[in-house]
């Protein structure tokens, strides 16, 4: 089988970071023994660059993986028309959340592209069912719908049963991208701050950078948090992410949006307690769910939670974080393949 991958997210030399999860699933399918190329374009004339490229040198995809509609969505389009070619849509941008608006605030023609290049799709795979939820309430419509997960790298799985610790010291770990608009970092540090009036046998670990990292930096600062117990990694690898997770007690994501949440099913993998805003999978996996009003205005509630999530007893979980490894999905996206090809599975 041969897949062409669509995208307009893939890690680069500028931003190794940007659609990492796309490209976990290209190796999740490739580990397949499937043929996988990858078309990575935000301009539509490297787009048929790209495409003519790949005619040069013979090479003519089964199926295609549209990852986000956008321009790339115009390809598959053309692809479906011209060679019958079927596509699959696995969507993972938030532009359809109520809470981002982006889709709703395109002009009505982009909307409709958008529209009708979702109906001609063989199935459209979103990432949670929020994000399901969000498309249909956008008008984009398909007779096939499914879920598909992002892959967890295997270094998150398999805690190891013991760890040294600081005696009576418990750890909290936030990783994000630092993009206040949808992370809600500061509401997170209030929250720190008003637990730190209470007691100090504690340490907020945040892993990560963005574009908002420095203004959150200096927020931290203005709150006057006491010493030792903020420490800021930077960015980290992969595996660095892994280790950090396995000496943390509890995992906290404050976002005020996602369409997924991977750091939500690393910290499942890793065997972390898990507190999150509604968002996303956070539903499916976390421990314990703050309200956004909560998480966003009310520092003192918030902070009851951390506490919680840390301090208090917790019931034995039984999530499979199985559903998160790689050979699972890429024998999920094989069988939806076949499916749009019509053969038997």
Known sequence: MKVLFLTPWYPSEKDAMSGLFVQKHVEAVRAQGVDVRVI????????WHQWKVLRREGWMPDVVQLNVIQKQGLLALWLKKKYGIPY??????????????????????????????????????????RQAEAMRACGIENERWGRIDNVVDEEFFNRPPTLPRREGVKTFLHVSCFD????????????????????????????????????????????????????WTGELTPREVAERMHEADAFVLSSRYE??????????????????????????????????????????????????????????????????????????????????LHRDI
């Open 40 to 47: 990575f374009s935000q301009g539509w004339c490297d787009l």
């Open 88 to 129: 699959v849509i696995v969507e993972h941008w938030s532009g359809y959340l109520p809470e981002n608006g982006m889709f709703m605030a395109m002009s009505w023609l982009q909307r409709k592209v958008y529209q009708y290049v979702a109906r001609k799709a063989e199935m459209i795979l979103t990432v949670s069912d």
């Open 259 to 340: 369409t997924y949440g991977v750091v939500l099913a690393e910290a499942l993998a890793a065997g972390l307690p898990i507190l999150s805003t509604p968002v996303g999978i956070a539903p499916e996996v976390a421990d314990m769910l703050v309200p956004q009003e909560i998480a966003q205005n009310k520092a003192g509630k918030f902070a009851e939670f951390l506490e919680a999530i840390c301090f208090e007893p917790l019931e034995v979980r039984h999530h499979k974080a199985g559903r998160f490894a790689s050979e699972t999905i890429g024998k999920r996206l094989i069988e939806v393949y076949d499916s749009c």
């Open 180 to 231: 206040e608009r949808a992370k809600n970092v500061k509401g997170l540090l209030r929250a720190a701050k008003m637990l730190s009036e209470k007691r100090k046998d504690w340490k907020l670990v945040l892993v990560g950078t963005g574009v908002d990292y420095e203004e959150v930096r200096e927020y931290a600062g203005s709150l006057e948090i006491p010493d030792g117990l903020l420490e």
